[in-house]
T-cell receptor, first 116, second 114 residues
Framework: NAGVTQTPKFRVLKTGQSMTLLCAQD?????MYWYRQDPGMGLRLIHY???????AKGEVPDGYNVSRLKKQNFLLGLESAAPSQTSVYFC???????????????FGPGTRLTVL | AQKVTQAQTEISVVEKEDVTLDCVYE???????LFWYKQPPSGELVFLIR??????QNEISGRYSWNFQKSTSSFNFTITASQVVDSAVYFC???????????FGQGTELSVKP
């Protein structure tokens, strides 16, 4: 099992460009999450999904959109990138056995995004 | 409000020393879950342990041990006989019973020198 994988690993964008980050998990998990990690800020939740076709906002959703068309994939989109979105992005998934989403979250390797 | 505090920003030890990483949390809930994650220099986040609020038994896994004390709202992590490969940033995190959002501490960067 690969667990949680993320594509790409690194990316450099210019302000105003768009891109999509792909997260895939092969653990048959129901729940998936996108976080960003910034120095001194820890990890903050951007969006999450409790199942195929459903998404919800997290702590810092502005400037991002997400889609979960297939259970195993969770996409994070930046429509018009800004320098403030320079960060390391982590995807995570959890089993969904807990209806309250308290299951252990397993993380992908991260995507390092720089917006110039 | 929920909060996780890791007061030690950086710790440096010499190989084979024991080291304890502190974690103090705040929550009003009686049911909650605590976690430790390791972030090595390669950048990924590796799950280490999960503990629920009703289980105060200490846990040992090889050189790693965890001490959970509800009375002091602490969930400390000890590495015995540290090794260079233990060098990483370690995060403590909390989920309450309303679920979903992992509340992370700021992380402790551990450097183990040969």
């Amino acid at each position: 099992n690969a667990g949680v994988t993320q594509t790409p690993k690194f990316r450099v964008l210019k302000t105003g460009q768009s891109m999509t980050l792909l997260c895939a998990q092969d653990m048959n998990h129901e729940y998936m999450y996108w976080y960003r990690q910034d120095p001194g800020m820890g990890l903050r939740l951007i969006h999450y999904s409790v199942g195929e076709g459903t998404t919800a906002k997290g702590e810092v959703p502005d400037g991002y959109n997400v889609s979960r068309l297939k259970k195993q994939n969770f996409l994070l989109g930046l429509e018009s990138a800004a320098p403030s979105q320079t960060s390391v992005y982590f995807c995570a998934s959890s089993s969904g056995r807990s209806a309250r989403r308290t299951d252990t979250q397993y993380f992908g390797p991260g995507t390092r995004l720089t917006v110039l | 409000a929920q909060k996780v505090t890791q007061a030690q920003t950086e710790i440096s030890v010499v190989e084979k020393e024991d080291v304890t990483l502190d974690c103090v949390y705040e929550t009003r809930d009686t049911t909650y879950y605590l976690f430790w994650y390791k972030q090595p220099p390669s950048g990924e986040l590796v799950f280490l342990i999960r503990r629920n609020s009703f289980d105060e038994q200490n846990e040992i896994s090889g050189r790693y041990s965890w001490n959970f004390q509800k009375s002091t709202s602490s969930f400390n992590f000890t590495i015995t006989a540290s090794q260079v490969v233990d060098s990483a940033v370690y995060f403590c995190a909390l989920i309450n019973n309303q679920g979903g959002k992992l509340i992370f501490g700021q992380g402790t960067e551990l450097s183990v020198k040969p």
